[in-house]
């Protein structure tokens, strides 16, 4: 019986040492190891969800780390009532809305292109576009329209339907309530489907 | 179709929200989108698998921390405290315009200063004479600069401007003149009014030889000083 508890036990710490907030305590301790071990863990989570954000992959790197830079720097910010991916996932957003606004003009651009692959996938010589697209087709299509987005329903729409990740962590990243939280997630899926509804022969009122 | 029907097409396509026998059957309209939100549904997963593979790498972390240093301390306190002081230096520059009559009380002053030197004679110094010649050269007399007191900025009218508009009034008799030395006196700087040109005779204080019967002390007599007395024996 008092093996049983005492291997329990054990496997409680090792799991909490193991864990994102055990590790950042380790870190902010002067550890370094702990936190590259936090890094090699969601290094791939921060990468897609600002590739998805930003569409490039250079510029997904430079966000990925730097946020990865400023979690380090402030680690002693971090509070343990959000989970260390939530806190995050907030750098990230910070940094995607930082780097949206610096490309303003090339984001205009490329919402130009956005709405001219746009035509030019809905007036073809076909009489229905959406069964001659290919799967391919489709998905860059669906790139372009995200990406021609505002940055706000951006970040709903990849956070939830992408990464989905769950209604009170969107709030806590937005820094908002659970139903302003919902209420952007609806707005940024009506806003894409608005853009992507002409590639799949809806017509528009 | 209205906002709401659509904003619940949206939860039935992305499993938010079941479909209730009240919904059934949908129309081709809300069928339609119905579809299209779930394609754009199943197009947004799949887009999750499509992101090229990155090249980061932990050392290159470490670098850029490295670089980067640890983040400096905030300096939010003062950072905050300045905005309010300086909306309070200015709130006090904009009160102090709209209202010059705060300086009563100094104008006075400075009215007493600029009558003393509207009435006083300027000093004239005479250069002493070189040590070598035992002749006695003539100089010429110089006029040593006023004594400048310390006063601000603010415009104030000349003498010659005060004197002309008391051109009407005669001049304040010797006691009045000294009331008023004696009241600048008080808010001038001194430095400026112990100058031997401008400083008011000492007064000479005469201890005699006899006590003083109720205290038992030598008598002391107080006098100002005249070219017709002769102090000592």
Not at chain 2, 26 to 37: Q, V
Request: glycine share 4%.
């Amino acid at each position: 019986m008092i093996g049983a508890r005492t291997l329990e036990g054990l496997a409680r710490t090792a799991h909490d040492s193991d864990s994102d907030e055990a590790l950042v305590l380790r870190a902010r301790d002067g550890e370094y190891s702990a936190f590259e071990t936090l890094f090699h863990r969601h290094r791939a989570l921060v990468y897609r969800f600002a590739y998805q954000m930003v569409q490039r992959r250079d510029d997904a790197e430079d966000i990925t780390q730097e946020a990865f830079v400023r979690a380090y720097q402030n680690l002693g910010r971090y509070r343990d009532e959000a989970k260390f991916t939530t806190w995050l996932l907030r750098i990230v957003t910070n940094l995607c809305t930082d780097r949206t606004r610096m490309h303003q003009r090339r984001t205009g651009l490329e919402t130009r292109e956005a709405a001219g692959g746009l035509t030019w996938m809905t007036v073809g010589d076909t009489d229905d576009p959406v069964q001659n697209l290919e799967q391919d087709q489709r998905r860059a299509a669906l790139k372009a329209a995200l990406n021609a987005l505002p940055a706000h329903h951006r970040t709903a729409v990849v956070l939830r339907d992408i990464e989905e990740r769950e209604y009170d962590e969107i709030a806590a990243i937005f820094g908002c309530s659970i139903g302003g939280a919902k209420l952007r997630v609806l707005r940024g899926r009506r806003a894409l489907r608005d853009r992507i509804a002409p590639l799949l022969g809806e017509v528009q009122p | 179709m209205k906002r709401r029907d659509e904003n619940h097409l949206i939860k039935l396509a992305f499993g938010e929200a079941e479909l209730s026998p009240a919904d059934e059957p949908l129309d081709r309209e809300s069928a339609l989108k119905l579809d299209l939100y779930r394609q754009m549904r199943q197009d947004l997963l799949d887009a999750r698998d499509a992101v090229p593979p990155d090249q980061l790498s932990p050392e290159r972390l470490r670098e850029s921390i490295l670089r980067s240093g640890l983040k400096k301390e905030r300096r939010t306190l003062w950072t905050w405290a300045l905005a309010p002081s300086l909306a309070l230096l200015v709130a006090l520059i904009a009160l102090n315009r709209e209202h010059p009559e705060a300086n009563v009380v100094a104008s006075s002053f400075e009215a007493a200063d600029e009558a003393f030197q509207a009435v006083a004679p300027p000093v004239v110094e005479t250069a002493p004479a070189p040590k070598e010649s035992n002749v006695a050269a003539p100089v010429a007399p110089k006029v040593a600069p006023k004594p400048t007191p310390n006063r601000s900025k603010r415009v104030r009218p000349s003498p010659k401007a005060l004197l002309a508009s008391r051109a009407d009034q005669p001049l304040a008799p010797a006691a009045a003149m000294a009331d008023i030395m004696e009241t600048s006196r008080s808010g001038m700087d001194s430095t400026a009014l112990d100058s031997p040109e401008t400083a008011s005779p000492p007064t000479v204080v005469l201890i005699e030889s006899t006590a003083d019967q109720a205290t038992g002390m030598n008598i002391a007599t107080e006098v100002r000083p005249a070219a017709n007395v002769v102090i000592g024996s």
